[in-house]
C-alpha cells in the first residue's frame, strides 16, 4: 500500500498562489507516476496534472496549463503542485494519486490506484 497525505490547502484571494504538497510513504515513490486530480461542486472528477516516474514527463489540463506546475522532490517522497494566478474556478478539493511502479504516463483516475484524502482550495473573487 501507498499511503498518501496532501496539505497547502486553503484560502486565498483570486490572482494569489497556493503550493500543495503530497507526501507519500510505504512503498518506493520513485518510478511512480503522480497525478493531481480535482472534483468542482457538481461535477465529475477531473484531471489536474501529472508527472512520470522518473519526472522527464509533465502534462496538464487546459484550464490550468500555464498557471500550475507540478514537480516531484523524490529524496522527501513528496510531489507538489504550485498554483499560480489562482481564479474563483479553481476552487474545489484536490486530490493526489499514485499509480503502480513503471506504469505508463496517464491522465486517467482509473490508472491510479493509490489516493490521499483531499486538501479544499478556495479562491475568492
Known amino acids: 500500500q501507498v499511503q498518501l497525505v496532501e496539505s497547502g490547502g486553503g484560502l486565498v484571494q483570486a490572482g494569489g498562489s497556493l503550493r500543495l504538497s503530497c507526501a507519500a510513504s510505504?512503498?518506493?515513490?520513485?518510478?511512480?507516476?503522480m497525478c493531481w486530480f480535482r472534483q468542482p461542486p457538481g461535477k465529475e472528477q477531473e484531471f489536474v496534472a501529472v508527472?512520470?516516474?522518473?519526472?522527464?514527463?509533465?502534462s496538464y489540463a487546459e484550464s490550468v496549463r500555464g498557471r500550475f506546475a507540478i514537480s516531484r522532490d523524490n529524496a522527501k517522497n513528496t510531489v507538489f503542485l504550485q498554483m499560480n494566478s489562482l481564479r474563483p474556478e479553481d476552487t474545489t478539493v484536490y486530490y493526489c494519486?499514485?499509480?503502480?511502479?513503471?506504469?505508463?504516463?496517464?491522465?486517467?483516475?482509473?490508472?491510479?490506484?493509490?489516493w490521499g484524502q483531499g486538501t479544499q482550495v478556495t479562491v475568492s473573487s
Open positions: 494519486a499514485a499509480q503502480g511502479l513503471y506504469r505508463a504516463h496517464s491522465t486517467s483516475r482509473d490508472d491510479y490506484a493509490y
Open positions: 510505504g512503498r518506493p515513490f520513485v518510478g511512480r507516476g
Open positions: 508527472i512520470s516516474g522518473s519526472s522527464a514527463m509533465t
